[in-house]
């Protein structure tokens, strides 16, 4: 199983940047999709997740100005990053696993990793 991340960066406050993650290894449609990330010093926390159905669920944080979505044809996992605030930076890391109850706020339960993209978000 493999989980590839791609398009983290550096932008400035009210920038937008797009993640994916692209999966192999794994029947996509039959698992849900999310998103963690981890700032230096801080615990990993659950930024978004996409069950199989396109239910989603996102960190109080982020409302409103992130979206997640998925792409059943790619086998690939969005995050569209909007209104980005200096507190977003920490590294995004892409989970892959077969419940959607599995996307907790710890993601202690996400069976499968990516490795993580930087965002950086400063002026």
Known sequence: VQLQASGGGWVQPGGSLRLSCVSSGIIFGNYAM??????PGKQRELVAAISTAHLTKYADSVKGRFTG????????????????KPEDTAVYYCGG??????????GDTVNYWGQGTQVTVSS
Do not use: E, K
């Open 34 to 39: 999310g998103w963690y990330r981890q700032a």
């Open 97 to 106: 696993s077969g419940y959607y109850s599995d996307f907790t706020a710890s």
């Open 69 to 84: 979505s998925r792409d059943s044809a790619r086998n690939t996992v969005h995050l569209q990053m909007n209104s980005l």
